[in-house]
């Protein structure tokens, strides 16, 4: 599959299996994240081992996260008040959309939507939105200031534009909601909130620094002990 076509399937996929998880419940839910497996490893089967370690990587660092995000803190909740299973490798597509993006937008288009999209996001969310959204405006200078300075940038901005279509998607057919104040904290959220992406830059930045690592531990081999002939 072209990166382009990727482009397209991957979040159209993703689009389709929230819509079809509004309609099922735990044993669909089951069901769903097996397909959404098998749909992440024929993704990464064509991919070098270093980007099919970096999406296995974000699928580890966000699953942590939605972890914590979600059944502990419950700073926003699922639809059955759980974590489906098809969300960790739904991650995976994720991060492959927006590399699939990278190669068929240039980066400097990319990161400019990504700057203005998020802050006038940010901006709406403080003054016109029917929701405030503070902490979702606290979020969008940690995405900007990747977006400025990281050499992984364009990367950060496409996944932004694929989280962002798919959490105003997601929130809009119920599949989950965000709390209207962070938990403990009493700061007022949106929903979605508009700094949401921030919180996939560090899965990302995460995944970036350890996939060399990962790779290089899984091509290590011992070295051979050569056995000396005596003459």
Do not use: K
Request: aromatic fraction near 10%; charged fraction near 10%; hydrophobic fraction near 55%.
């Amino acid at each position: 599959m072209t990166p382009r076509a990727y482009a397209v399937a991957g979040p159209a996929y993703l689009a389709a299996l929230l819509a079809v998880d509004t309609r099922v419940g735990y044993g669909g839910q089951l069901a769903l994240g097996a397909f959404t497996w098998i749909v992440l490893l024929a993704a990464l089967r064509p991919l070098v081992p270093l980007a099919r370690a970096q999406a296995l990587g974000v699928v580890c660092f966000a699953t942590v996260g939605e972890v914590i995000g979600s059944l502990v803190w419950g700073v926003y909740h699922y639809r059955l008040h759980n974590l489906p299973l098809f969300i960790p490798p739904g991650h995976g597509v994720v991060y492959l959309s927006g590399l699939a993006l990278t190669r068929i937008v240039r980066p400097g288009r990319l990161v400019a939507v990504a700057a203005a999209g998020s802050v006038g996001w940010g901006i709406a969310g403080l003054t016109v939105l029917p929701r405030l959204d503070v902490a979702g405006a606290i979020g969008v200078p940690i995405l900007c200031f990747f977006l400025w300075r990281s050499r992984a940038r364009a990367t950060y901005a496409a996944v932004f534009l694929v989280v962002a279509a798919l959490e105003l998607y997601g929130t809009s057919i119920g599949t989950w909601q965000w709390a209207r104040t962070v938990p403990g904290l009493g700061i007022a959220d949106g929903n979605p909130p508009s700094g949401v992406a921030s919180g996939y830059v560090w899965f990302d930045v995460m995944a970036l620094l350890v996939a060399p690592a990962l790779v290089a531990a899984a091509q290590w081999r011992p070295p051979l002990r050569g056995r000396t002939v005596e003459t």
